[in-house]
């Protein structure tokens, strides 16, 4: 059996590539809203090590990753199959 593609969303923290339905950017009030009530209902994982919040991943399962790496960056590692740091987590603060 295979094993399954993980992205690194950041800090040495995987999600597993199969269960991500989107990327989205944290900055809009919708989003922030949406974040607010999944976290009342204990749907949030917040991978972001106290860092501000970049972006949101949406997973198959209907709860949220929190990541302090932009969704853009998380693309091209989901793309590209390049799971290092890349762009370091401290360059993202």
């Not at 295979?2 to 590539?17: D, E, K, M, Q, R």
């Not at 989205?24 to 976290?39: G, H, K, N, V, Y």
């Amino acid at each position: 059996m295979p094993l399954p593609t993980i992205l690194n969303v950041g800090f040495n923290n995987y999600v597993i590539a199969d269960k991500v339905v989107a990327m989205i950017s944290s900055e809009s009030a919708p989003m922030r809203r949406i974040i607010q009530t999944l976290r009342k209902e204990g749907k949030v994982i917040d991978a972001t090590q106290g860092r501000r919040t970049r972006s949101v991943i949406f997973t198959s399962n209907d709860g949220i990753v929190l990541s302090a790496i932009s969704q853009e960056t998380l693309a091209k590692r989901l793309t590209g199959g390049d799971n290092s740091v890349g762009e370091t987590e401290e360059d993202e603060e």
